[in-house]
Structure formats: C-alpha cells, structure tokens
C-alpha cells in the first residue's frame, strides 16, 4: 500500500493534507490519497480483520523507515512480506512511524503492534520511536532490503527525499562500501521536487518516458535553487519542456553516476527510494552507467523498511534461539 | 591542582576563545599573538616571551560579518575566525600572523589588515615543497619573523632563549605523544575527545602552566583504569579539527577515537625539534618543512603522509579510519581520495565526511558514522537516542 506526496496542479510538492509544520489527524489522510484511502477507511471503521486470535507465523517483526520525505514500514512473518505501507512524513516522526505501522500491521491481518516479536527503525527518524527495540542506519538496510529483493544486485543506488547514496553490497547482502551526497539537495527527490514546481509538470511529469526530450538541456548548476532558477530561464527561453526534463533528469543521473565510480559499479544494480519510480531518470543513469539497472520485484521504495525487518527478524531469532 | 582541574581548565579553554589564564597572563602585563596553522613556528613567541595562541572560530555561530569580505564558497573555518575577530572575540590579541597553508587562511591577512586595528599583523610565506631550498628559504622567512616580533614587541630572541623555548615545546610534546601512546592499550586511558581537549588547550594556554597541567593528566593517565565497551578503534585523518563536540558524536555512535593525524593533533606532536643544532632557527625551519608529519598542501609528500597513517593504523589496531575534511578544501579532499584507495587495498575500512566548521547536520553526521561502524561489525551496533559518551 502506498500513499505518494500529493502533487498540486502546479506540481509542487505538497504533504499529505498540507500538513507542514503541524501534526497530522488520520481524517486528513485520506484526502487525496488515491489508494491510501481503503485501508484507512478500514482502520477508521474498527473494521481492520483483527486475526489476533489466530496467529499462523512463528516469527512477525516489523522494519521502519522514517525518512525525510516519507515513512515506510513492513511486516515479515517467517521472512514473507504480509504488509506494507508508504507515507509522506509527517513534522513528527512518532507519529508518522505509528500510522505507517499500524496500516502495515492492518495490511498483514494482524490486530496490533504487540504481536511483532522485533521492530527495527531506519532513517533519519530512527532514534524517535520509542517502540522500536533498536536502530540501524539506513545504508545497512537499504543495502539489506535490496539484496533480499534481488540476490544478485552488487550496487544499490538509494535515492531518498534529502541524500542519495551509493551502496557496494557484498554476494551475502553486507555494505562493503558507501558514499553518500552532502549538505546538498542535488540529486535527491527535494531536487526533483523542485524542478517539477519550476516546470509546473507534477513528478509524474519529470518521470513520464514519453517526456524524455531526445535533445536534453545542460543544466549546469548543481545546486538545486540555481537549477530551478535555471530551468525558468530554460522555459522562458521557449524550450521545448520534455528537452528541460529530460536535461534534469540527465544532470541528477550524472552527479550519482559520479558517486557511483567512487564506490566502483559492480552490476548487478538497483535503485531504491522514492526517486527509484522516477523512470526517466532510471533510463537516464542507464545511458550513463551503460548497464541495465535491474527491476526489483518488490516496491523499491520500501528497501529500506524491509531491510529493518530482515534485521530484526535476525535480532529475534538470535533472542530465541 | 589536580588532574581534574587540568580537566576542567582544558575543557573550558577549547570551548571558548578566551579563558582565565589567558586574562591572568594579559594582567601580568603579558603578550599575546594569534597564529594560523600548525606550521607556524609558535616557539619564536615563547623565546620572547609572548603567549602564541592557534587562532580558531570557536563560539561562533554565523559568518555574517565575514561574508562581506568571504563568499559562500570560501572555507567555513577562515569565515567563523574572522567573523569571531569582527565581533571583538580577538581583541585580547597584541598581534596576528597568517600564512598561506591555503589561499581561504591567507585572505584572512588581507581582510584583518583592512577590517581591524590589530597593532602587529603579519604573513608568512611557506614553501610548498618539502627539500632542502625550501628549508632555506623557510629559515630566512622565520628569521625576518623573528626580527619583526623584535621590532615590535622591544625584545631580543637570542639563540638562548630560543633554545629554551624549543626544549620547553618538545617537552610538551614528549608529554602529549606519551598520552598519545598509552591509547594503544586494550582500554585506552582517555577517550578521543578527551585527546582533542588535551591538544586544543596546548596552544591555548601560556605553555608552562600548560606542562604543568599536562604532567598531572598524564601521571593520572598512567594509572587510570581506561575506557571499555566500544565497539571499534578508530583514527581520524584530517586537517583543522578543534571541535570535540564532533568528536563525541563519533564516539557516541559505538566508536572509540584512539589516534589521529590531524592539524591540532599528532602531527603537532609526533617529532621534535632538533635541540642540539647551533642554529635553532635552521632547527625550526628543518622541523617545519622536513622532519614533522606533513601536510597535503606541501607538495611531492603523499608517501610519507600515507607511511604515517599507516604506521598509526597498525601501532594503535586501528578498525576503521574516518577521513574529514572542511567543505571546499582541495588540499584534503584530493588527499582523502588517494588515502582511502591505499587503505582500502590494506582492506583497512575508510569513511570520508565532508563537514563544516561549525558542527552542523549531526544527523547526517551520526548516520554516516553508524553506517561505518555496523560495515566494520557485521551490522551489530545499536544506537540509543542520547548516548553518553564513552567517558
């Protein structure tokens, strides 16, 4: 289940319920969210399936991922995903990780938090869910997540709402290496967010192949608010707007290409976090890496959280044993 | 005084610009002059009689009066420094010598001779290669220093007092690298931290009353009963750290830092200066340009440099090395490059931090060093929100 930053018709990117700044109220997600609303609709009525009494899986843990832009949470009963669930993050992290949980426990049929045996968190939230029996960084999860998705994937490229980062995964799933952006939106989805909203496209716009111009723009400034600045130029200057996407998409593809080279690219290769979705620029680090980035069979966006979840399921296992 | 107001006296004198020996000193009648970088030779202060203090930005909190003369690409630390001596934090300074380590420190000169009314202010000029011209040259530009402080502050240097100055500076370093070397134990006796204060606060304060309270932090040293329970030793490599706060953030994550090569560091301390020389400013310029570690602005060097690390990896079991460097800085980010490639094929485990002067993006930060830590472990740490200190 997955509920996406909802895009005004300027494109910008707003969260859920316009709720920056302020704590959101499970009413307010539905507007909007197409998608998100069933299973909301379901946990508002108390009609969730509440199979509490009858508890099929040996081991249920729980892998959070509170990240910049969104939550992510998974549940694993005896390592198979029964639930998932994506949402654009609230200003509080508990409260974002609560509702991305508890919509994932619904999902799995389970009736709450107090039947996973282990919650690992991620993300930049990671050190504020007091109901989390621990915390791991992002880049071994998502390193973890990918490589559970795909076994054979060597290098994942993880691209997330504030950093981007590069990840050398050994045959096993371990981070042999990673390097990530700093101190700079460059190459992460608050760039796209910001260029949809200096083309007035949507992140739908900036994803669409079909708006893949075939002669992409320059765009020269790495920095995200003199990109925009210089995309308006570009669409003041009467550029045809899928030469400007496919320009923007080319010079992000680019800078992680950059990145890439410093970790070493090692096929096979994923992408995972929200900008995993964003398939011109999928095709367009293809073109620079000159390899095929692999589909994963999962939702990509969810690595991480998986990840947490394998993790914990270790950490249980371990206490069991 | 005990160990623990070495302590405290430390702390307090890396936190802030100023401190109370500085204020006793300057009742006294006493001198002071603010010196750039680590190669400048702060023995010619003490052999005439002036407290030298390593100029830092410590306590600032913005660059809005030093933007007007830096740009935002220019390095934060020259930035929050100047910003500090427009502010008036400086003004206990009676004098300021700048260098061209790098071009970001050797603007400064030229803004503070515009900007303020310092009464001596002056620039060296350091060779960027490390063979024999350059030593001469180097002896010549400490010699027309040394003649300048003369002039100004009405003293003679004489080869006496220099001699003396120099034998007082490698005892403080005999002492620190002894500290130093006690961390290659299983439990070291002080945190890295701790070693950062101890080595912030040495050119900070005046240096007899700092070896007087270096020897009971060492004497305490050798007795303590050490730090245990972290999950891996770490170095840091390096240039202008002076801030233990991003220390600690390191240390909080599981890691425990127990040696370095950075500017306010080892390299400070790892050699001596020759005493036995008849020339002692022939003795400084040989110490500066050849004999201590060097620096990545000095060009041809990188061997030795990467010999150094190396050597410090293996002597103190180093798990993993973290390389910082201030945003912008070429020099650093060039040599991190090429030392993460030579540790890396050590299979030595390697984290580059890009970061800004003042401590910022902790978050960003503590991910990163996490993420390190958990690659080094075999992904095992676990992180509790408002983790103390290994201390």
């Given at each position: 289940m997955v509920l996406e930053p909802v895009l005004d018709e300027c494109g910008s990117c707003t969260p859920a319920g316009n709720g920056a700044g302020r704590d959101l109220g499970p009413d307010e997600?539905?507007?909007?969210h197409n998608g998100g609303l069933t299973a909301l609709a379901a946990g508002q009525n108390g009609g969730g399936a509440t199979l509490t009494s009858n508890r099929p899986f040996g081991t249920l843990v729980g892998g959070l991922d509170i990240g910049s832009a969104t939550g992510k949470a998974v549940v694993l009963g005896d390592g198979e995903i029964l639930g998932s669930f994506v949402l654009a993050s609230t200003a509080n992290p508990r409260q974002t990780a609560q509702i991305v949980m508890d919509q994932a426990i619904e999902e799995a049929g389970l009736?709450?938090?107090?039947?996973?045996?282990y919650i690992v968190s991620t993300g930049y939230g990671r050190l504020q869910i007091p109901w989390a029996n621990e915390n791991l960084s992002e880049i071994s999860c998502h390193a973890r997540g990918a490589h559970w998705m795909g076994p054979t994937v060597r290098t994942v490229i993880d691209i997330g709402g504030q950093d981007c980062k590069v990840i050398s995964v050994s045959p096993d799933g371990k981070v042999l290496e990673f390097v990530m952006n700093d101190?700079?939106?460059?190459?992460?989805g608050r760039f796209f967010e910001s260029m949809a909203r200096g083309l007035c496209c949507g992140l739908d716009g900036i994803s669409d192949l079909a708006n893949q111009g075939p002669e992409p723009c320059s765009i020269s400034h790495q920095c995200t608010v003199f990109a925009e600045s210089e995309v308006v130029t570009l669409v003041n200057e009467g550029v045809e707007l899928p030469n400007i996407i496919a320009g923007i998409n080319r010079s992000v593809a680019s800078r992680i290409t950059s990145m890439a080279r410093r970790v070493g690219v090692i096929p096979e290769v994923a992408l995972t976090g929200g900008c995993s979705k964003n398939a011109g620029l999928a095709a367009a680090l293809e073109a620079k890496l000159n390899l095929s980035v692999v589909t994963l069979p999962n939702d990509p966006q969810i690595a991480g959280a998986l990840g947490a979840a394998l993790f914990a399921a270790d950490k249980h296992l371990a206490q069991v044993a | 005084m005990s160990a623990q107001d070495a302590w405290r006296i430390f702390a307090e004198a890396t936190r802030s610009l100023g401190n109370p020996e500085i204020d006793a000193w300057k009742a006294q009648g006493g001198k002071v002059v603010g010196f750039f970088c680590?190669?400048?030779?702060d023995e010619l202060f003490t052999a005439a009689g002036i407290l030298p203090f390593r100029m830092r930005g410590t306590g600032?909190?913005?660059?809005e009066l030093a933007d007007a003369y830096f740009t935002p690409i220019n390095c934060t630390f020259p930035r929050h420094a100047f910003n500090q001596a427009l502010l008036g934090e400086y003004d206990f300074l009676d004098g300021m010598v700048c260098i061209n380590s790098c071009d970001h420190v050797r603007r400064v000169y030229d803004n503070w001779i515009q900007a303020l009314d310092t009464p001596f202010v002056h620039v060296m000029s350091l060779p960027h290669k490390v063979d024999d011209p350059q030593v001469g040259w180097y002896h010549d530009d400490i010699a027309v220093l040394k003649e300048k402080i003369e002039g100004q502050f009405g003293v003679e240097i004489t080869g006496d007092r220099l001699d003396e100055a120099i034998r007082l500076h490698n005892r403080i370093r005999a002492l620190q690298k002894e500290l130093y070397q006690m961390r290659r134990a299983e439990r070291p006796p002080i945190t890295g931290v701790q070693a950062l204060e101890v080595m912030v606060a040495g050119t900070a304060l005046p240096r007899e009353r700092y070896l007087e309270l270096l020897e009971e932090v060492v004497e305490e040293a050798r007795t303590a009963p050490g730090v245990d329970g972290y999950r891996a030793r770490l170095m840091i490599v390096g240039g202008e750290l002076d801030d233990p706060e991003y220390v600690r953030i390191i240390e909080e994550q599981g890691g425990l830092v127990v040696t370095d090569s950075t500017c306010f560091g080892s390299r400070l301390m790892w050699e001596a200066i020759d005493e036995e020389d008849p020339d002692p400013v022939r003795s400084l310029a040989r110490y500066y340009?050849?004999?201590?570690?060097?620096?990545?602005?000095?060009?041809?060097d990188q061997p030795r440099r990467l010999a150094y690390v190396r050597d410090l990896v293996n002597e103190f079991r180093v798990d993993g090395v973290i390389a910082e460097r201030l945003m912008f800085c070429d020099q650093w980010l060039v040599e991190h490059y090429m030392t993460g490639n030579d540790l890396k094929a050590d299979g030595i485990p390697f984290l580059a931090l890009d970061r800004e002067y003042i401590l910022s993006g902790t978050g960003q930060l503590r991910t990163r060093v996490q993420a390190f830590l958990e690659a080094i472990k075999g992904t095992s740490v676990t992180i509790r929100a408002g983790a103390q200190s290994l201390a």
């Open positions: 997600l539905t507007a909007g009736g709450s938090l107090d039947e996973l045996d101190r700079c939106a460059a190459g992460t | 680590s190669m400048v030779p600032s909190t913005s660059t340009i050849q004999e201590r570690p060097s620096c990545p602005r000095m060009c041809g």
